[in-house]
Every structure is written in structure tokens, then in C-alpha cells.
């Protein structure tokens, strides 16, 4: 299958400017990291765009450029950060304050880090119960508050004269809210702006903010944003790209990489226990149970959608899945995840897998954002509009077409993406088939 005629993408010139509500552990991680490359202080290791390559044509014919060299990507050196955040610590202070990285690093990034300093933010008790700071936008409707949001916008881009605009969520993780009235469509959205509707998220007015000043929108956290008839509407009204949700990082990619396994081989599933522990801000507002809600249900879904129990009833339909999540202070960024699987081979016998991970979320994470607003900046440079698909690879609850079931499997997941890379070139898209060789 080919596409011979390959989309036009606008040229990555200028700079890209990158707004993030949230200015904890990962956004911070993320800043230092930037820093630290134009250093020389490291690696973006874990990006795909920065170290990934993409095959073209035959395997023969020996053709695999770098990601980056391949499609029009922005520079890492041409981007330039904002945030907002409901403390005022600049970033070198709440990257310090996170403890992910070690001060000696800190250090060396001091300057750029301490000139970043947080907008006010929009934020809403009922959503996030467990956290609260000084640094919050004045009191008014919803809607004012994303008049206020567009400002910052505005004025983000004027003061650092930005070629182009993306945001990405990587706040705190909102309680679990299902779709209302109010999400049906962007008359009432709109309306419901006005009127303060409780079922209003901080995540959703920032999208609607971002979205009305021609910025698409990512969101790094599991929780009702852009995943919803109102949003989808007014991102292909204005053409431009949105994608979510939850970031796969930690325990969630293991599950990612263990299961199609698993299903490969139709070897069958009795139960899967998750847990984790972790003892960042993250965990502090996943101890409250509405904030968890979100999180399990991400967490959950993956493991369903990958083994279809419904097609596979003998091997998949009754397995036991349970997940928790424990704050426990003392790890901080370091999360350690455990998994208890119990699996059934040959006439039913019984196995077990045991994964001990010891992650540091924030590590794992950071990669995640650079990949993403380099990849949905290169989707608006493209015309791309809406749910962007193909990034489902970078998300524990990918968003989806209503009509389609998510794609949780990581290794299609990648395909799918290196394959929209082929496609936006006009390469051929490869089926892994491979007669050809042979014939």
C-alpha cells in the first residue's frame, strides 16, 4: 500500500512555544532535561523522536533514517516552555522541591530554570481535594477564567515571539467525572462556561482555551478533558490536533508489553494484582478516592482491550484484575510497581509471572512530553485535525474514534505510528508480510 503524494507539512522555522498546566515533577523533569542536552549533560534517552528510527521500503534495501531526519520536526533547542501552577516556585525550585534529580545536575541548570516562573492558575477544589496553593487565577465565571487562560496564551506568545503553540496537561490528576449534559456538544459546553456548570473541569476550560486561540491540546493525565463530543467538535471546527490520555510510563507499559505476549502465545489469564507505591504530589492526590477512580480506570481498561476476552472466552473472559496505588512518602519519585500474574498453559496448568519494577515516574514521563508536542506540533504543520490516533502509543486510555474499540497493544501501536510517519512522507506503508523476499 502506497501514498505517493506525501502531505504537505508547513516548515518547523521559529520557535515552538509549550504550555503546560502543572509545574510539578515531570514538567520540571522535563525543562532540566532541555536545559541539561544543550549542555551536553546527557541523552534524551527513552525519546523516540530524538533516538528512533523509522524503516523504509524493502528490508534489503538498507534505508532506516532517524525520526527527526525523516519528518520536519521542531529543534529541542527552539523550545520555549510556560506553565502554570497553583504554587509559585520557579521551576528550579520545584524541581528541587520534586527530588528527582540529583542537585548537582540542578545546579548546572540553575539560570534557565529559575527565569521560568508560574502564571496563575485555574483551579477548582472539587476537582483536585488533596492539594492547594496561593497561586490561582481571581475569582470569576468559567468562562472568564478561560478568557483568562487565552490571555496568558496571548501574551506568552507575544512576550517570547513563538512561531507556533501547543499545550500539554501535565497537572494533577482530576476526580473521575463521566460525560454530562454539558459535554454533548460546544453550544452547551459554552453555555455551561457561563453559567459555571460544577461538571466543568480546570482541564477542560484550559483545553477550550487553548483550542480558541489555535493550539492543539495533549492530555498527560487521566482524567474527562478533550474526550467528549463538545471538544472533538471545536478541535476539527478550528483544525487542530488533540490527543490523550494518561501517560503510559510505569506500571501500565509493563502491562503493554507482558500481555500481547501472553495473547501471542494464547496462553490464559486467571487474575493479574497490580500495586504501586510512589510518594511524589502525584501520590499525594491519588490518595483521595475520586482522583484514583480516574486513574484505575485507565489503568484498568488496557489489559481488557488487549486480551478480548469476548473473542477469546476460554483463555480471557473471567480473568481477576485488580489495581491499587499506596502513598507512601518516604519512595518520592521513585515508584515501585509490583505484579502478580497468574496464567494458565497446556490442559490448564497453572504459572505465574512476578515484575518487581522500580521506576522514577518523572524519568520515565519526560521523554513522553518532548515525543508528544513535537509530534502534535508536526500534526498541526500537517493539517491533521482531532483525535490523533496514531499517538496512542504515548497513552494508558488512548483517545479513539466512538466507533472503534482503543488500541492498547504497544507493539501495533508503534507500527501504527511509524506507519502515519510513512504515509504524511508518501512512502509505502509496510505489512510485515515479506513474500517478496522469497518469491
Known amino acids: 500500500m502506497s501514498n505517493k503524494d506525501s502531505v504537505q507539512i508547513a516548515p518547523a522555522e521559529g520557535k515552538l512555544g509549550v504550555l503546560i498546566p502543572g509545574m510539578g515533577a515531570v514538567t520540571t523533569t522535563f525543562i532540566a532535561g532541555l536545559e541539561a542536552f544543550k549542555l551536553g549533560l546527557g541523552k534524551p534517552i527513552g525519546s523516540l523522536t530524538q533516538l528512533g528510527t523509522v524503516r523504509l521500503g524493502k528490508r534489503t534495501d538498507g534505508r532506516s533514517p532517524a525520526i527527526k531526519d525523516f519528518?520536519?520536526?521542531?529543534?529541542?533547542?527552539?523550545?520555549?516552555?510556560?506553565?502554570w501552577d497553583i504554587f509559585e516556585d520557579n521551576a528550579y525550585e520545584a524541581a528541587t522541591k520534586a527530588g528527582v534529580l540529583?542537585?548537582?545536575l540542578?545546579?548546572?541548570?540553575?539560570?534557565?530554570?529559575?527565569?521560568?516562573?508560574?502564571?496563575?492558575?485555574?483551579?477548582?477544589?472539587?476537582?483536585?481535594?488533596?492539594?492547594?496553593?496561593?497561586?490561582?487565577?481571581?475569582?470569576?465565571?468559567?468562562?472568564?477564567h478561560a478568557e483568562m487562560v487565552m490571555d496568558d496564551i496571548r501574551q506568552f506568545q507575544k512576550r517570547t515571539g513563538v512561531a507556533r503553540t501547543t499545550m500539554i496537561w501535565c497537572g494533577s490528576t482530576e476526580v473521575y467525572h463521566q460525560p454530562a449534559a454539558v459535554h454533548a456538544t460546544l453550544k452547551d459546553f459554552e453555555r455551561g462556561l457561563q453559567k459555571d456548570d460544577p461538571e466543568i473541569s480546570p482541564s477542560q476550560i484550559y483545553a477550550y482555551a487553548a483550542l480558541k486561540s489555535g493550539v492543539g491540546y495533549a492530555n498527560g493525565a487521566p482524567h474527562l478533558t478533550?474526550?467528549?463530543?463538545?471538544?472533538?467538535?471545536?478541535?476539527?471546527?478550528?483544525?487542530?490536533?488533540?490527543?490523550?490520555?494518561?501517560?503510559?510510563?510505569?506500571?501500565?507499559f509493563m502491562k503493554t508489553l507482558i500481555a500481547p505476549g501472553l495473547k501471542s502465545r494464547m496462553l490464559g489469564l486467571n487474575g493479574w494484582f497490580s500495586t504501586?507505591?510512589?510518594?511524589?504530589?502525584?501520590g499525594e492526590v491519588l490518595d483521595e478516592p475520586g482522583?484514583?477512580?480516574?486513574?484505575?480506570?485507565?489503568?484498568?481498561?488496557?489489559?481488557?482491550?488487549?486480551?478480548?476476552?469476548?473473542?477469546?472466552?476460554?483463555?480471557?473472559?473471567?480473568?481477576?484484575?485488580?489495581?491499587?496505588?499506596?502513598?507512601y512518602p518516604p519512595r518520592g519519585d521513585a515508584k515501585e510497581g509490583w505484579d502478580n500474574i497468574d496464567i494458565f498453559g497446556w490442559l490448564g496448568y497453572p504459572m505465574q509471572i512476578k515484575i518487581n519494577f522500580l521506576c522514577r515516574d518523572s524519568i520515565l514521563a519526560a521523554p513522553l512530553v518532548l515525543d508528544l508536542v513535537l509530534f502534535m506540533d508536526l500534526a498541526q504543520r500537517a493539517g491533521m485535525r482531532g483525535i490523533q490516533e496514531w499517538l496512542s502509543f504515548y497513552f494508558k486510555g488512548p483517545m479513539h474514534a466512538p466507533e472503534v474499540?482503543?488500541?492498547?497493544?504497544?507493539?501495533i501501536q508503534l507500527m501504527k505510528m511509524k506507519n502515519t510517519l510513512r504515509w504524511m512522507r508518501g512512502e509505502d506503508l509496510i505489512t510485515h508480510l515479506g513474500l517478496e523476499y522469497y518469491d
Not at 483551579?123 to 481571581?138: C, E, L, M, S
Not at 504501586?276 to 502525584?282: C, P, S, V
Request: with cysteine.
Open 71 to 83: 519528518v520536519p520536526l521542531a529543534k529541542m533547542s527552539d523550545i520555549e516552555v510556560a506553565c
Open 102 to 104: 540529583e542537585t548537582a
Open 106 to 144: 540542578l545546579e548546572q541548570v540553575k539560570a534557565p530554570l529559575s527565569a521560568i516562573k508560574p502564571m496563575k492558575a485555574v483551579f477548582d477544589q472539587n476537582f483536585v481535594k488533596r492539594i492547594k496553593g496561593p497561586n490561582i487565577k481571581a475569582e470569576g465565571s468559567k468562562m472568564e
Open 226 to 252: 478533550t474526550d467528549m463530543p463538545a471538544l472533538i467538535e471545536l478541535a476539527r471546527d478550528v483544525n487542530l490536533p488533540i490527543c490523550g490520555k494518561d501517560f503510559k510510563s510505569g506500571q501500565t
Open 276 to 282: 504501586n507505591i510512589l510518594g511524589n504530589r502525584d
Open 291 to 327: 482522583s484514583f477512580r480516574s486513574k484505575e480506570v485507565t489503568k484498568s481498561s488496557a489489559l481488557e482491550h488487549i486480551l478480548q476476552g469476548d473473542l477469546y472466552p476460554d483463555l480471557y473472559k473471567e480473568f481477576y484484575h485488580k489495581v491499587r496505588i499506596e502513598y
Open 405 to 411: 474499540y482503543p488500541e492498547h497493544d504497544i507493539f
